[in-house]
């Protein structure tokens, strides 16, 4: 191999690196958008820095394209003083969906 051809060859590695990054960037923001639309609309309060990365894998698009499916996980305060856990699923950069813990245990789905 040349130097050209390593010179390439880490250019790729790099760039790949790169896309990756701001995709989890990306995905993370669009994340925080829909738990904040979410919580708004049960009128709770999104605790900001509570929405994490849970798992992230390679699924297939209904079009039979390879795309990221990421699942975060947040908090939430339904009165300022209780503490409730939420989640969602990022499919590519589309909401699949997303629920919030009720005060019953079960789960508030949209």
Do not use: K
């Not at 209904?62 to 699923?89: H, I, K, M, N």
Request: glycine letters at 10%; aromatic letters at 10%; hydrophobic letters at 40%.
């Amino acid at each position: 191999m040349t130097g050209m051809e390593e010179a390439l060859g880490t250019l790729l590695v790099l760039a790949a690196i790169a896309l990756y990054w701001a995709s989890a960037v990306n995905a993370r923001d669009r994340a925080r958008f829909h738990a904040r639309e979410f919580c708004r609309r049960q009128n709770w309060q999104l605790l900001d820095q509570t929405v994490t990365l849970a798992s992230i894998w390679p699924v297939r698009s209904d079009r039979g394209l390879l795309q990221w499916q990421r699942r975060y996980r947040f908090d939430f305060s339904p009165d300022g003083g209780q503490r409730r856990a939420g989640e969602l699923v990022l499919q590519g950069n589309r909401l699949a969906s997303i629920w919030g813990e009720r005060e019953d245990g079960g789960r508030l789905i949209e």
